[in-house]
Structure formats: structure tokens, C-alpha cells
């Protein structure tokens, strides 16, 4: 006989599985149909410049700390010393108020009347006394040599004290710094990774056709670095505009002997820069000593005009974070970012003008 038996319902704990399974399934399904699409490589560029002007920015101010760091060695150092030395004159000092005293205590253990009392020879004890003295008046101006040398000291040892403080917050400065160029340039690879390898090398040669073809816009001669701070045939043709200075053609001459090299962070040459590391080093050779980051080279020379440019002149741009030498013709010498090399490049690709500085 067949059964009748009404099929069993499905449990509340199975219709709950069910339902939340179900839900899953249809969330992940529009995630899927919402997800961003993949980034194209002018996007992923744009993205990365921003990540590595931000990571310039750390740079520079790590370079700035770094400076300020060798500073405040050097005079903590020269103060320690200049302790140290105090503190063995000092001792002698109080050697010297030592045996001074012992010789005051020898001579005068009694009162003076008293002394003349007992004295056989009064004539020799008025002798001694004038001697007493003497010595007593010498105890009184070593003694006063020595508190003023424990006073001078002790200024010494305070402003030895605030140069170490001073140069542990600077170090502290130094590694947020690192930290953050860091975390940019890690941000900026991760970036670029998600291009594919040809669209990678299809970035670098468009950069590398852009710098040939800025160089040939200024018609420098003897381009490449040489390595040996030289210039192919001993100069440099800097094409139809005048340099401002002899000063500034030199070091634009020097700047050009690096083309090709690599940058790298906080790098002042010769075979590796920075963007102001570059700039520092250019103006060494031409026989100029100019300070270390973007911020002080743009107070180290006069100011100028955008449409005053010379080459050799200081292009600053970015809000002073980055800077390059001026070749003409609207085009700059700089060290661009990580994974570049020093070359020439087209003002209007660089970033935003900001200044400009004639050393």
C-alpha cells in the first residue's frame, strides 16, 4: 500500500543557512559587477608622480635634519672637549688652593699677637707676617679663579646639555622622515606593479624620448656624464641663450657631466643625487659652496623673475620641494625621482613653478 506521508519541512536552521547563503552569493555578485575597474597606465602615473613628490617632500626635510644632525655633533663634540680641558684646569686650580692653604695653616696656626709675644726675634716674625700676607692675598685670587672657572663650567656643561637635546629631537626628526619617504615609495612600487612589464618599459622609453628630446630643444653639447667630472672636448655649448654668469655656466656645464645617473635619496654625488643634491654638487665644481635642501637654497642667491631665466639659474618648483638647474629654452637639468636618472626635462612637465634663484 503506498504511503501517504506529507514530506517533511525544511527546519528553521537550514531555511536560515539557506537565506544568508543565498544573500552572500547575491552581495558578492554585485561587488563583483561594482568593482573599479583596473587603472590605466596614465592614471597609475599620475598617481605615482603624486607619491613621489610626496616622498620628495620627506626627502627633503630628512636632508635638512641630516645637516642640522652633522651640525650639532660637531659643536656638542667641541663643547664636551672644551669641558673636559676646564675640568683639568679646574683641578689643578684646586691643587694649587690646596697647598696654599696648607702652607697659610703652617705659617699662622697662631694669633698673630701672640706669636709677637713669644717671638725671640721680633724683627724676623714682622718678616714672616708680611709673608702670611702676601700668601693670604694669593689664596683669596686662586680662590676666585677657581669659582670663576666652576661658573664657566657649569655654562659649558648646560649648553653642552641642550646641543644633545637638541640633536636627539633632530634624530627623532630623521626617522620620521625616512619612514615617511619610505612608506611613499613602497605606495609608488605597489602602483606600479600593476602595470604589466610592457607597459612599465613602454612608461620609461616615453620619459627617456621626452629628456632627448628636451636636450636637443637647448642644444647642449657633450651630453652624458663622462664620470670623471669632464666634459666631451673640455665644454659645453649651451646653445642660443647666454648664461647669466660665468659662475652659473659652470655649473651647468658640471650638472651636465651627470646626465645618466641615478637618482637616489639624499645622494650628493658623484655618481648618484638627489634633486638639490645635484644642484649642491654643480655649484662645488663650479666653485660655489651652496647649503643642502631646496628650503636654504632658495634664500642663496637673488631672486628672480620666471621671464628673467638664464641658464644656470635655480628652478624651483612644487612649493620648494623639488629643484633643477635652468638650461634654456624652458627646459631644466634636474634628478627627477626614485627610478630615473639625471636628465633634462620640459618645464611644463615638471610640476608647478615656484621660484627662481641666481647664485
Known sequence: MASHRRPKQPSRTRVTVLTVTAAAAVALTSQAAHADPKPTKSEVKAKVDKLYHE?????????????????????????QDKVARGQDELNIQRRELGSLATAQYRSGGLDPSVQLLLSSDP?????????????????????????????????????????LDALAEVRETLGKSKEQFQGKLADAQKLLNTLTAAERAKMAADEERASRAAAERVD??????????????????????????????????????????????AATGPDSFDCSGLTQWAYA?????????????????TRIARSQLKPGDLVFFSNTTHVGLYAGNNTVLHAPYPGTNVRYESMSTIGSFQAAVRI
Open 285 to 301: 665644481q663650479a666653485g660655489a659652496q651652496i647649503t643642502r635642501t631646496t628650503y636654504t637654497q632658495i634664500n642663496a642667491g
Open 123 to 163: 724683627d724676623s716674625f714682622l718678616d714672616q707676617a708680611s709673608a702670611l700676607d702676601q700668601l693670604t692675598a694669593k689664596q683669596t685670587e686662586s680662590l676666585q679663579k677657581v669659582q670663576a672657572k666652576q661658573r664657566t663650567l657649569a655654562q659649558q656643561r648646560k649648553e653642552a646639555q641642550g646641543k
Open 220 to 265: 647642449i653639447g657633450g651630453q652624458g656624464g663622462q664620470g670623471d667630472g669632464s666634459t666631451a672636448g673640455g665644454s659645453v655649448e649651451l646653445g642660443n641663450e647666454v648664461p647669466a654668469s660665468a659662475l652659473g655656466a659652470a655649473a651647468l656645464q658640471a650638472a651636465n657631466t651627470r646626465v645618466g645617473k641615478p637618482y637616489v635619496r
Open 55 to 79: 616622498a620628495e617632500v620627506a626627502t627633503e626635510k630628512y636632508n635638512g635634519a641630516k645637516e642640522q644632525q652633522d651640525k650639532l655633533k660637531k659643536q656638542a663634540d667641541a663643547l
